[in-house]
């Protein structure tokens, strides 16, 4: 399924990162993620990025089995060799909406945010669903993707024009 996201290292007062296509929600890519930092990394976050964000300039299809630079079927096309930047200084009207899901990784600590919709129409904005540190136990991946799509879900209910006019 196409929710896309990113994994992104910190970055002055935002992140960047690359892209990825599948399966972008917690129980996806966040869960994954999590898994690799465990278990190929014991728990460092900055590791994990230099193997999977650094490696893999042209961002994943399905993380973490199907990049863009490495995979035959991608690598062979030119237009995919350039990297795919996601970074927190774009412009809110039209990335968020289409990069629902945000990983930031630090060496200790994942900081997990969602896209909302704002006030204005047609724009949209990331918000903190929550930040799981490395050391921890295992995140509920499904609470936590409730909790960001209900966060979501509020965010747009509010700023929903009014029907009364
Ligand atoms: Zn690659």
Redesign the pocket.
Do not use: P
């Given at each position: 399924m196409s929710t896309r996201s990113t994994i992104a290292r910190p970055r002055g007062d935002g992140w960047e990162g690359g892209y990825m296509h599948s399966d972008g929600y917690p129980t996806g890519v966040g869960q994954e993620i999590w898994k690799l930092v465990h278990e190929k990394f014991n728990g460092d976050g900055e590791a994990f990025l230099k193997e999977y964000l650094d490696?893999?300039p042209?961002g994943w299809s399905i993380f973490p089995d199907n990049?863009?630079?490495?995979h035959p079927d991608w690598a062979a096309r030119a237009d995919h060799k350039t990297r795919i930047t996601v970074s927190s200084t774009e412009d809110k009207t039209d990335t968020p909406l289409h990069i629902e899901w945000v990983y930031i990784v630090a060496p200790g600590v994942m900081t997990i945010l969602k896209s909302f919709p704002l006030p204005e129409p047609d724009k949209y904005a990331w918000c903190i669903v929550t930040q799981v540190e490395f050391s921890d136990v295992e995140p509920d991946w499904a609470a936590i993707e409730k909790r960001g799509e209900d966060m979501c879900h509020n965010a747009w209910e509010k700023n929903r024009p009014s029907d009364a006019a």
């Open positions: 490696k893999h042209s990049c863009y630079c490495h």
